[in-house]
Nanobody, 116 residues
Framework: QVQLEESGGGLVQSGGSLRLSCAAS?????????LGWYRQAPGKQRELVAT???????NYGGSVKGRFSISRDNDKNTVYLQMNSLKPEDTAVYYCNRQGFGGEYWGQGTQVTVSS
């Protein structure tokens, strides 16, 4: 079992920044895995924001490239998402995700709202 606890969401004006954090805990939390962020806006499908492997390889969704940055601290089993130049279309519930040995897990989600 793996538990994912997200923090850092909130309300921000267009052009602003937010940093999301997600801490993984549990039996398989420290084993090689991919951590990432996905988001889901009202009426839309869940989409990839960014992922990062334990070795630091990253992958970004097209709409956030150049504005968002994903990183992780393996000692703390924590993944971060730095979001800059936020736009109203970034408004969504952001979900932390863990894939790897032991299965796939999701966090409960954190709301990010960008006002115009």
């Amino acid at each position: 079992q793996v538990q994912l606890e997200e923090s850092g969401g909130g309300l921000v004006q267009s052009g602003g920044s937010l940093r999301l954090s997600c801490a993984a805990s549990g039996v398989f939390s420290s084993i090689t895995n991919v951590l990432g962020w996905y988001r889901q806006a009202p009426g839309k499908q869940r989409e990839l924001v960014a992922t990062i492997t334990r070795g630091g390889l990253t992958n970004y969704g097209g709409s956030v490239k150049g504005r968002f940055s994903i990183s992780r601290d393996n000692d703390k089993n924590t993944v971060y998402l730095q979001m800059n130049s936020l736009k109203p279309e970034d408004t969504a519930v952001y979900y932390c995700n863990r894939q790897g040995f032991g299965g796939e897990y999701w966090g409960q989600g954190t709301q990010v709202t960008v006002s115009s």
